[in-house]
């Protein structure tokens, strides 16, 4: 069953309220700047920092040739609390589920069973290539509306192979407007200053991605 759809419609059933703090779905695409990728996403957010995705990335590079779906959940407080995710090669065919338990733990499954990793205490997700992923934390912490610099301790699933493990990541906040504002992005050796709009959502990422 699509997670969106009875938020979609505004069906309410017996004994519960919708919320008044839900928008409208929307779709948003990301087209690469220097590889054949494309990212479309339909996105749900809310007033507050909660976030439903479900989104498709295809890479067709000479390198790099797959495709990716995703389905992502992010609560009221902003943290991540389910990912599900599923590749596709011409050799093989991959998914991948994370959930955030009421402790602060992971539960990792690849379809074998789960197992409970702590990937320092981590509140957030990255999926490689997926910059809709960038908007997670941007959005947690405020960075698009105030100034602020936070190194953060994430879960990084790459693609496609789906390989999961605990990075650091930093996010400090460059300038600050009502259209768009800047957020520098470091991790490991590389930097970029991303370009978000007043959602925190991703306009342009140099070098990997820009909206269309």
């Not at 890479?59 to 990716?68: I, L, R």
């Not at 702590?118 to 908007?135: H, K, R, S, Y």
Request: charged share 25%; hydrophobic share 40%; glycine share 8%.
């Amino acid at each position: 069953m699509n997670s969106f759809n009875a938020i979609d419609a505004g069906r309410v059933t017996s004994g519960e309220t919708r919320s008044t703090s839900a928008r409208r779905p929307e779709m948003f695409t990301w087209q690469g700047i220097h590889e054949p990728r494309l990212e479309q996403v339909r996105l749900l957010l809310s007033n507050d920092q909660r976030l439903r995705a479900s989104g498709r990335l295809v890479a067709a590079g000479p390198d790099e040739q797959f495709n990716a779906s995703f389905e992502v959940s992010v609560g009221e407080s902003g943290q991540v609390t389910r990912l599900l995710l599923r590749t596709a090669t011409v050799l093989e065919e991959r998914q991948c589920s994370l959930s955030r338990t009421e402790d602060g733990a992971w539960l990792v499954d690849h379809g074998q069973g789960s197992k409970r990793e702590t990937f320092n205490d981590a509140l957030d997700v990255d999926v490689q290539f997926a910059v809709l992923f960038n908007a997670i934390p941007i959005r947690r912490l405020g960075l698009h509306r105030e100034p602020g610099e936070h190194a953060l301790p994430v879960v990084r699933v790459s693609l496609p192979d789906l390989s999961v493990r605990a990075v650091t990541q930093t996010y400090k906040t460059v300038s600050v407007a009502d259209d768009v504002s800047v957020v520098r992005f470091k991790s490991g050796g590389f930097e970029q200053n991303i370009k978000v709009d007043a959602n925190g959502l991703v306009v342009e990422y140099p070098l990997i991605s820009k909206r269309i």
